[in-house]
């Protein structure tokens, strides 16, 4: 609810803000360290500037740095290790030595609040089951178009919903609710409403969808467009725009517990 809509409100892309020469990156001060993380963030979403690339292929090809990788299961001491490598080289070498960290963070479903904290701040997303990738991108292109239903599940606020055509899944922010004739070429299906809950600007409504599926369906409404008259039992139409559906592919079992990075 007031989560969601606060994400949704700060997403932007901001690519534009990376840095377009090497001398922008280059020095140790805050802003340079602030610009290289915005080059980062457009390398990851695919615009960064070309010509910058090259140069800094170039530049790269002339000299040598070593990379040391630390990977482990959950509670192995990996940030703890890492955190004393970090200390250790800045003592022994008096801060001459620059070094990077990049940190991939694991999380896996039963833990809500990291998948939050990792769709809020994650430049790249990955979505895995039983060691394969489902679906890599960044959070924006993972929270919009959901792959498969696995990762529709894993990302939560989408509906997997039964058509002719295949399973899709379709935001719940994104369906309407109303008692009207279907709009022509718009998809929908009818529903028995089950709940109402209301969540300060929002409520989420619970459905029964009548095309045999077992799962209810949930939309969430701004509250000034949720009708008084709407009542549990009562049976409406859910619809959405072409645009908002997205087929799933088949991907692995969408029962297993996936782990995003």
Same mark, same amino acid.
């Given at each position: 609810?007031?989560?969601?809509?606060?994400?949704?409100? $700060?997403?932007?892309?901001?690519?534009?803000?990376?840095?377009?020469?090497? +001398?922008?990156?280059?020095?140790?001060?805050?802003?340079?360290?602030?610009? #290289?993380? &915005?080059?980062?963030?457009?390398?990851?979403?695919?615009?960064?500037? =070309?010509?910058?690339? +090259?140069?800094?292929?170039?530049?790269?090809?002339? $000299?040598?740095?070593?990379?040391?990788?630390?990977?482990?299961?959950?509670?192995?001491? +990996?940030?703890?290790?890492?955190?004393?490598? %970090?200390?250790?080289?800045?003592?022994? &070498?008096? !801060?001459?030595?620059?070094?990077?960290?990049?940190?991939? !963070?694991?999380?896996?479903? +039963?833990?809500? &609040?990291?998948?939050?904290?990792?769709?809020?701040?994650? !430049? #790249?997303?990955?979505?895995?089951?039983?060691?394969?990738?489902?679906?890599?991108?960044?959070?924006?292109?993972?929270?919009?178009?959901?792959?498969?239903?696995? %990762?529709?599940?894993?990302?939560?606020?989408?509906?997997?919903?039964?058509?002719?055509?295949?399973?899709?899944?379709?935001?719940?922010?994104?369906?309407?609710?109303?008692?009207?004739?279907?709009?022509? =070429?718009?998809?929908?299906?009818?529903?028995? #409403?089950?709940?109402?809950?209301?969540?300060?600007?929002?409520?989420?409504?619970?459905?029964?969808?009548?095309?045999?599926? &077992?799962?209810?369906?949930?939309? #969430?409404?701004?509250?000034?467009?949720?009708?008084?008259?709407?009542?549990?039992? =009562? !049976?409406?139409?859910?619809?959405?725009?072409?645009?908002?559906?997205?087929?799933? =592919?088949?991907?692995?079992?969408?029962?297993?517990?996936?782990?995003?990075?």
């Amino acid at each position: 609810g007031m989560i969601g809509e606060m994400i949704m409100g $700060c997403d932007r892309d901001l690519s534009e803000h990376a840095p377009t020469k090497v +001398k922008d990156i280059q020095g140790h001060d805050d802003m340079a360290w602030r610009r #290289l993380a &915005q080059l980062m963030t457009a390398l990851e979403n695919g615009r960064a500037d =070309g010509d910058l690339l +090259k140069r800094l292929r170039d530049q790269a090809k002339q $000299c040598k740095v070593p990379v040391l990788g630390i990977t482990g299961t959950g509670g192995a001491g +990996k940030s703890s290790l890492t955190d004393e490598l %970090v200390r250790r080289l800045r003592l022994d &070498q008096e !801060d001459r030595l620059r070094m990077a960290v990049i940190s991939i !963070d694991p999380s896996r479903r +039963k833990d809500p &609040q990291a998948k939050r904290d990792i769709m809020a701040l994650a !430049d #790249l997303v990955v979505v895995m089951n039983q060691g394969r990738i489902e679906q890599a991108g960044t959070a924006r292109e993972v929270f919009e178009r959901p792959a498969t239903e696995f %990762v529709a599940r894993f990302i939560g606020a989408h509906n997997v919903i039964e058509t002719p055509a295949g399973k899709v899944a379709v935001r719940s922010d994104r369906i309407s609710v109303s008692a009207a004739s279907p709009a022509t =070429g718009q998809p929908g299906v009818q529903a028995t #409403l089950i709940d109402i809950e209301y969540q300060g600007s929002f409520s989420l409504l619970s459905f029964n969808p009548h095309n045999g599926s &077992q799962e209810p369906v949930s939309v #969430l409404l701004p509250e000034h467009l949720v009708d008084p008259a709407w009542h549990a039992g =009562g !049976d409406y139409l859910l619809q959405w725009a072409e645009a908002d559906s997205h087929p799933l =592919g088949p991907g692995l079992s969408p029962r297993r517990s996936p782990i995003a990075a």
